[in-house]
Nanobody, 122 residues
């Protein structure tokens, strides 16, 4: 089992950059694929990016590709989402999630963090 805690969210202007962090607890964190999802108010949760346990495989939503970068440091049980060129439509609660094997489907993830709010002002 793994517990996840996100941090790094906040209020930021359009065009700026922000880095989110997801810290995992438990000795098996490095065995899990991890991902970022986001949910804007009144909308469904959507896939943002995922990374395999070894960092060999990454996957991005079209809407964030070339602006966001997902990475992880298994020595620190930590995963990151570097976000640049932020847009107001990127505003949402961002969640990290973990499962064995990467996926774009939220329903396939077993473990979730509590979320961190990102608000991008125009």
């Amino acid at each position: 089992q793994v517990q996840l805690v996100e941090s790094g969210g906040g209020l930021i202007q359009a065009g700026a950059s922000l880095r989110l962090t997801c810290e995992g607890s438990g000795r098996t964190f490095s065995a899990y694929a991890v991902a970022w999802f986001r949910q804007a108010q009144g909308q469904e949760r959507e896939f943002v990016a995922s990374i395999s346990w070894s960092s060999a495989l990454t996957n991005y939503a079209v809407s964030v590709k070339d602006r966001f970068t997902i990475s992880r440091d298994n020595t620190k049980n930590t995963m990151y989402l570097q976000m640049s060129s932020l847009k107001p439509e990127d505003s949402a609660v961002y969640y990290c999630a973990a499962r064995f094997g990467p996926s774009r489907r939220a329903e396939e993830y077993n473990y979730w963090g509590q979320g961190t709010q990102v608000t991008v002002s125009s």
